[in-house]
């Protein structure tokens, strides 16, 4: 049973650039968060989706956005990319039906901002 | 505005000994607290959960411990184990929600 899948594990992009990160939720799990992780800091929450919409967001600019497909991936997108982005992106999945609480975490994406 | 926060960064105890890591939080509005554990290059991982309404919780070696009145938590480890060297975060959610608002982390380390 194959866990949250993120991709890619790194990407260094430069300032200004446009990035992409993707997330396979946990098999059975039908909702996606985002997490950004900066160095020494613990995960902070972007944003959650379910049924293909956001159904909540944390303190982030709009240059973060995202999307679910039916297949309950999701896309993690972030524009106009500052040094301060770089950090450690996480995605958790869990199931709506399920014990709401108990977010499985894939690995990670490492952004490097150039 | 730090909600949830672990003043230890780091702990480091004997095997077989008891580790305790600790967490305060300032939001009397949550009502459900976890503690994650992360290994380098791995996502973290459930470790243990408590509500509100309880003032402990037993899973294995693992407990927590909740001081509503104090507003803290404690995760005890008994007994340690060098497996158990990793970063633990503690995290807080309100009223359902799925946000977790995590701390900075405590990574423990278990001597042989």
């Known amino acids: 049973d194959a866990g949250v899948t993120q991709s890619p594990t790194h990407l260094i992009k430069t300032r200004g650039q446009q990035v992409t990160l993707r997330c396979s939720p946990k098999?059975?799990?039908?909702?996606v968060s985002w997490y950004q992780q900066a160095l020494g800091q613990g995960p902070q929450f972007i944003f959650q989706?379910?049924?293909?919409?956001?159904?909540q967001r944390g303190n982030f600019p709009d240059r973060f956005s995202g999307h679910q497909f039916p297949n309950y991936s999701s896309e993690l997108n972030v524009n106009a990319l500052l040094l301060g982005d770089s950090a450690l992106y996480l995605c958790a999945s869990s199931s709506w039906t399920g014990f709401p609480y108990e977010q499985y975490f894939g690995p990670g994406t490492r952004l490097t901002v150039t | 505005d730090q909600q949830v926060k672990q003043n230890s960064p780091s702990l480091s105890v004997q095997e077989g000994r008891i580790s305790i890591l600790n967490c305060d939080y300032t939001?009397?509005?949550?009502?459900?607290f976890l503690w994650y554990k992360k290994y380098p290059a791995e996502g973290p991982t459930f470790l243990i959960s408590?509500?509100?309404?309880?003032d402990k919780n037993e899973d294995g070696r693992f407990t927590v411990f909740l001081n509503k009145s104090a507003k803290h938590l404690s995760l005890h480890i008994v007994p340690s184990q060098p497996g158990d060297s990793a970063v633990y975060f503690c995290?807080?959610?309100?009223?359902?929600?799925?946000?977790?608002?995590f701390g900075k982390g405590t990574k423990l380390t278990v001597n042989p």
């Open positions: 995290a807080a959610t309100q009223g359902g929600s799925e946000k977790l608002v």
């Open positions: 939001n009397s509005m949550f009502d459900y």
């Open positions: 989706y379910y049924e293909e919409e956001e159904r």
């Open positions: 098999s059975g799990h039908d909702t």
């Open positions: 408590i509500s509100s309404i309880k």
